[in-house]
């Protein structure tokens, strides 16, 4: 009896048991395909869930930025707070100081209200000009470790055109590199002829004309000076070898600039007549010399100045002339030019410098008078140092040129200097005296013999 009822039950239970594991293994797989099947929905993997919420995070930052640009400025000063989907109202205190402070800051207004940004006009050079030079404004820390400081401020006082002519620029440069010589000493191991031009002097010439275009007196000044130095004996003293050269870059300044203003100054007043009208342009310091000379010796004459349109330079010379008890017509403009020029019996302008074929390099405005003036039979008179003339040759104004800086925009475009032919020049008061343009190869010649 205990066999018979006993025995089959264990092999029952195995069965079951048999039975039972399985499917307790298949039931995680069934309900999650019975879950699938409720919701519709495939089960994702860590990478599609961590996908899936950056982009529901996105899509919730962007609706908050519509929904905050949206929104009008509540009256506390600023736009309500959105964050978590509810404003947060400020206090009445809070709110009823901001009211005041933007009642003091009416600047502080939205941003619908605010006055637009005014445009910047950035330098903007036309092709067809793309070959000229412009003056730059390069600051003192982007300067050559080896560019003396004297040239550091020159350089600085003519890329502001604080020093503008050509001869004063000259002159000025000429002194700047006496200081430089007196602060110089020969390295170990060389020489000064051999190491003051490339180590010493370069670097100052690169740096003046990377703040402005070198002028022509400029260029024949530093040539002259660079033969000076190469003549310097090797076996000659420092010290003697920089006193002789500051000696003959005195002696320079005194002949070639200062005595040679000073003839032209007397060469030029001696041919003012009295009763004579002058007619001049802008400004220029032999000219007001002259004009101030021609008075002194007791000569009665009235001067035209024509204004320069662009740079108002000629209204101080016209006070000077008239404080020397010389009546001046100031015009402003080009506006009456050939009226004026019919009342003038002598046009008296300045050279920044000749070219070896007669041609003349002035002022931008002076070939408009001299073409005119020609027309009109009246003489022109233009006034040179000899330090300015050059063996180039020009027939334009797109040869040899300058940009102005100021003037430099896509609204407007100016160079500063203009070429006028031989044809329109009478003639050309030197140091050495007078003479026709087309004289100037000779002059070359002769100041080569010197």
Known sequence: MATEEGGPAPVENKTQKKEQKPQGNKQPKEQAAQAEGATGEKKLTNAELKKKQKEEKAARR?????????????????????KGGKAKPKPDSQAHGQQQQHAKTPQRAAPTTAAAAPKENKPTVPDCFSHLSMARRIGILHADKDVHPAVLALG????????????????????????VLKA???PHGSTFSRHFTPHVLNPQIEYLTACRPMCFSMGNAVRWLKLQISKIDIDLPDTEAKKLLRESIDNFVSERIQL??????????????NDEV??????HHLVQRSLLRAKSDGKDFSVILVEDPFERIGLQHAKNLSSAGIPVTYVTDFGALRLHLRRASRVLVAAEA???????????GTSDIAVNATDLGVRVVAL??????????????????????????????RLLFDTTRDKFISVVVTELGCASPTSVPAILRKLEEL
Request: glycine share 4%; with cysteine.
């Open 278 to 283: 002058v007619l001049t342009y802008a400004h």
């Open 156 to 179: 600085q006082y003519m890329s502001h055109f604080e020093i503008n002519d050509s001869i004063t620029r000259l002159e000025a440069t000429l002194r700047a590199f006496q200081v």
């Open 354 to 364: 000749m070219f070896s074929n007669g041609a003349m390099y002035a002022r931008a």
């Open 384 to 413: 040179c140092e000899t330090i300015n003339f050059t063996e180039r040759v020009s027939i334009d104004s797109l040869t040899y040129n300058e940009i102005d800086p100021g003037r430099c925009t896509d609204e407007e475009f």
């Open 260 to 273: 040679a203003d000073l003839v032209i100054e007397e060469a030029t007043a001696g041919m003012i007549e």
């Open 62 to 82: 962007a609706q908050a930025k519509t929904a905050q640009a949206a929104q009008p400025t509540s009256q506390q000063g600023g736009p309500a707070d959105t």
């Open 184 to 186: 110089y000493t020969t």
